[in-house]
């Protein structure tokens, strides 16, 4: 695949995307949240100001002071809300992709190995998987926060890591499924007898098959691990930082009272809607992967380009 | 005299079916076939479902390893090849399946498959000389002009052109033996003739060995009268001979019921023609003792019922496993 | 030329998917007893023809509002089908009068159920819940094409052959009753022996059950054996249509002459295979004048500028400009 390919793949894949308003908003909301995290990640957004404790500083109401960073007021340490929420993108986002991406290609790998080797192979791995599957994955998650190390707590690779342990089993068990049935279709006999390796056969054509499959998966192993993450922070086993979103709607439940009082009210609601937002646009997405990756269902656009 | 390209000898595939929760039962497949296809040349197979073609092709292709028995590729044992004598051996023996949706990757354009192969073994240098490659055997296999199909995806071509890029597939390579596994059973009437002889052009062509296994005897007649054909009933070879001899003069009961179940296109001929075997095939688990055919055979004799007949030559080149020629 | 009433008259079919017309003026009879047969190959509009008259049509179809299929119930009373509103069509028509064995290749069986499921739910789609009934009646049917009712009753599709399947569906085809069948290429991927039975068995039930019968097939030798009529269609039109004999011995259209040149014959080992060149038209980009212009070796000046029409030679049918006065 050379750089002339993928840009033709881009542009076909932005005009699948245009298709429904929903799917360009989106696209929209993605590209706003991966701006922000370029954004932050460059400085071009200012560092948090020291934390202020005290009463009469945290929750305060929206005010115009040092627009925009004051508008949602500010949050358990006093200092600015929406600012907080911005410089918390890219971490949450780090972790998310990571975390698909591991999960991905664990359950990928191991799948396609036991599906098409069968075997001792099969064998072996399968009861990996199981083991894996019956591991109850939140508590897992939940034990190894509590054991790590502060330090290590906020590092975005052992958070990805902790947050996929488990997640690969059942994308594992139905790329197995899918491969072990591929396995005896006829094309796979032609990519014998014209002498691809078994690893050609198992990436070039069985994945290749299930691309539209794995690119969903992808995106939804990427919400899964949002919602874990913030679950983590939810209960209170992330260390304090206002970054957290996760961390926000902890404190304003526990410190601000939300459930009972107005004051801490738009430090609930704000990082909920940040986060819906984006697992909306990431859910979207995921639905016009089918589409994206398999030509038959592209067929109206096809057909324009032939004209 | 020719050398054989491929062999088998005495080949035997035996499958185990689970039947409910703890019985497994064994079945052959293929039983005791011995077949030899020369150099250059086109060995056709005929039978029907269960008869154990398909299986014996995947053999000779080492698609599957037979239970017991021999697969020799210019005289070598296949099972036993060293790695180098292995891929010469995979490289030269392809594949063309028969069903047209089945045996395409649906996500890879009519170039991309082609051009894979050329690529994957390094016999092009370049993506152009990839490129032409395939378009020149694109226009060989009847996909006129190359350009009109290359960037296709196999939902987009018809059941004939899906197989006119299967047999391109195959022959990209310049293989010398070809297996083509019922290739035009699934188009239409009028499609057959044509396919068929784009594939034995291309064969002669490059002047490589075909074994072409059908179901429908007047096939194999567009191959010539030179070539010998064998055929198969639940597992074993049942008359083997040329295709002319077979045709006009079929001795076992099964090859004359083929003949006489062939739709001609001739109303008056309705009447005459009959049903000549009873009840229906059995399922190969349920393969009847002595010979394979003597639950159905209008012929058959006690003997049938308790010795298996052995596949003996009755005439010149002409060959027959039925009591009734002993 | 028999006076008697027809079982079916379609009259000026029309249908167009979308915006591309894909059945042009389909007219015919079919007598009551006797065997149609609609020949052609794929994408030609015979299949169009079949769900049209069950009106299993897809969404994106729209019929002409000038097309008529009358359906002589009994021969005082005729209506078009094309007129009965939908709820009545599936209560009274559709399985009960007129039903479809479709090709036992294309999985029309549903592989997760049981095959007396089929059973029970085909006529509970059509009006009938009484199980016992619908079961004796099956069994009735299974026996009648030679099956064992004990064994395929229980079985699940996958566990069947190519040819019990296609008993199958022929029995699922009469559990109503209906006395006019369309048979869809019901011989098509089944061995040849499987093939001569399954018509062997079809002919013995026309005769039992007093059955008519459109037979719809892109293998124009099948049809020597069983038909009494032949419609040959093209590019969504007949091009030919007349006695099976007249046909096979003395075919007009250069398209029939085609397809009887592709029937192998035994003991021809000619080298040099005849084949209808080219492909079928799409039907977006249609040639002009008479579709079948690009192939036709006969091909004239006026069959590239116009379409020919249906010409009556005898009492039969032919739409070629070789054959009107034009030409």
């Known amino acids: 695949m050379n750089i002339s390919n993928i840009f033709s793949w881009l542009r076909l894949a932005f005009k699948i995307f245009s298709k429904s308003p929903t799917t360009l908003f989106s696209i929209f909301i993605i590209f706003i949240y991966v701006i922000a995290s370029l954004a932050v990640c460059v400085n071009l957004v200012p560092p948090l100001p020291p934390a202020k404790g005290g009463w009469e500083y945290i929750y305060q109401p929206p005010s115009t002071r040092e627009f925009p960073w004051y508008i949602l007021g500010t949050d358990f340490t006093g200092r600015p809300l929406l600012l907080a929420i911005v410089r918390g993108i890219p971490s949450t986002l780090a972790i998310a992709f990571l975390a698909a991406v591991i999960t991905v290609s664990v359950g990928v790998v191991l799948g396609l190995a036991s599906g098409y080797f069968g075997g001792m192979i099969d064998e072996v791995i399968s009861m990996v998987i199981n083991v894996a599957l019956v591991i109850p994955t939140y508590l897992l998650a939940l034990i190894l926060v509590v054991i790590l190390p502060a330090e290590l707590k906020t590092n975005v690779f052992v958070l990805a890591g902790v947050l996929s342990i488990t997640a690969w089993a059942s994308l594992a068990r139905a790329v197995r499924a899918q491969t072990s049935s591929l396995k005896r279709r006829e094309f796979i006999d032609v990519a014998k007898t014209l002498g691809f390796s078994p690893w050609k056969i198992m990436f070039g054509e069985i994945l290749r098959f299930m691309a539209p499959f794995i690119a969903m998966s992808l995106i939804l192993a990427m919400t899964s691990a949002i919602y874990g993450y913030t679950g983590l922070a939810f209960l209170g086993l992330m260390p304090m930082s206002s970054e957290n979103w996760g961390v926000q709607i902890y404190m304003a439940i526990r410190a601000g009272g939300a459930l009972y009082s107005d004051k801490a009210i738009l430090a609930l609601w704000s990082p909920i809607i940040t986060i819906v937002l984006l697992q909306y646009a990431l859910i979207n997405i995921a639905k016009t992967m089918e589409e994206i990756f398999n030509p038959a269902l592209r067929a109206g656009l096809l057909v324009g380009e032939e004209e | ?326 | 030329m028999s006076v008697e009433a027809p079982l079916l008259e379609v009259r000026d079919l029309n249908v167009s998917y979308l915006n591309v017309k894909v059945l042009s003026d389909i007219s015919f009879k079919i007598f009551r007893g006797k065997v149609f047969a609609l020949v052609g190959e794929s994408g030609c509009g015979k299949t169009t023809t079949a769900n049209a008259i069950l009106r299993t049509l897809p969404e994106i179809a729209s019929v002409d509002p000038k097309s008529k299929i009358i359906f002589y119930k009994d021969a005082h009373n005729p209506y078009n089908l094309l007129e009965v509103d939908e709820s009545q069509f599936s209560r009274e028509i559709r399985w009960r009068e007129i039903s479809m064995v479709f090709q036992g290749a294309l999985n029309s069986l549903n592989p997760t159920i049981r095959i007396k499921d089929h059973f029970i739910e085909t006529a509970k789609a059509h009006g009938i819940s009484d199980k016992r009934w619908i079961l004796e009646r099956a069994r009735e049917l299974l026996e009648a094409v030679k099956l064992d009712p004990d064994r395929v009753l229980s079985l699940y599709p996958v566990e069947m052959s190519g040819g019990m399947k296609q008993r199958t569906l022929i029995a699922l085809a009469l559990i109503l009753n209906p006395k006019f069948v369309i048979l869809d290429e019901p011989t098509t991927a089944l061995d040849v022996l499987t093939q001569r039975e399954i018509l062997f068995l079809l002919k013995d039930l026309k005769n039992k059950f007093n059955l008519t019968y459109m037979l719809i097939t892109h293998d124009i030798a099948l049809v020597a054996d069983m038909a009494d009529i032949i419609a040959i269609m093209y590019a969504g039109r007949i091009v030919e249509e007349a006695k099976v004999e007249d046909i096979f011995y003395e075919p007009l259209h250069p398209y029939t002459k085609g397809l009887l040149m592709t029937v192998p014959k035994l003991n021809e080992f000619k080298e040099d295979i005849t084949s209808l060149p080219g492909s079928p038209p799409d039907y977006r980009r249609m040639p002009s004048g008479c579709k079948f212009h690009p192939r036709c070796p006969y091909a004239m000046d006026i069959c590239r500028r116009e379409e020919p029409k249906m010409v009556d030679i005898n009492g039969r049918k032919v739409l070629c400009w070789l054959y009107s006065e034009k030409g």
């Open chain 2, 1 to 326: 005299m020719s050398e054989n390209i491929i062999e088998t000898r005495n080949i035997k595939v035996v499958f185990s079916v689970r039947k409910g929760l703890l019985k497994r039962i064994k079945f052959a497949a293929v039983d005791n076939v011995s077949i030899s296809i020369p150099k250059g040349s086109i060995v056709g197979l005929l039978g029907e479902s269960g008869s154990g073609k398909t299986t014996l092709g995947k053999v000779t292709l080492a698609l599957l390893k037979p239970t017991s028995g021999e697969v020799l590729f210019q005289g070598k044992n296949v099972f036993n090849m060293s790695k180098d004598e292995f891929k010469y051996y995979r490289l030269n023996a392809q594949y063309i399946p028969q069903d047209p949706y089945a045996s395409i990757h649906p996500f890879k354009t009519v170039k991309d498959v082609l051009t894979d192969i050329v690529m994957y073994h390094q016999l092009a240098k370049s993506n152009r000389e990839a490129l032409e490659m395939a378009k020149d055997v694109m226009s060989k296999a009847g996909l006129n002009p190359p350009e009109r199909f290359l960037n296709r995806y196999p939902f987009q071509l018809s059941g004939g052109e899906r197989q006119r890029l299967s047999i391109a597939r195959a022959l990209i390579l310049k293989p010398a033996y070809i297996v083509a596994d019922e290739p035009v059973t699934m188009l239409d009437a009028s499609l057959k003739s044509s396919t068929i002889k784009t594939l034995r052009d291309m064969v002669n062509a490059i002047g490589s060995s075909l074994l072409f296994i059908t179901h429908e005897i007047t096939l194999l007649q567009f191959f010539g009268i030179k070539t010998r054909i064998g055929v198969m009933y639940l597992g074993k070879i049942v008359e083997e001979g040329y295709i002319r001899d077979v045709l006009e003069n079929p001795m076992h009961p099964y090859t004359q019921a083929l003949i006489a179940a062939i739709p001609i296109a001739d109303p008056k001929a309705r009447e005459t023609r009959r049903l000549i075997l009873k009840s229906t095939i059995p399922s190969p688990l349920n393969r009847p003792h002595g010979c394979v055919l003597s639950d159905r055979c209008p012929y058959a004799m006690d003997i049938c019922r308790k010795e298996e007949p052995i596949l003996k030559e009755v005439k010149a080149y002409h060959k027959i496993a039925c009591h009734l020629y002993n």
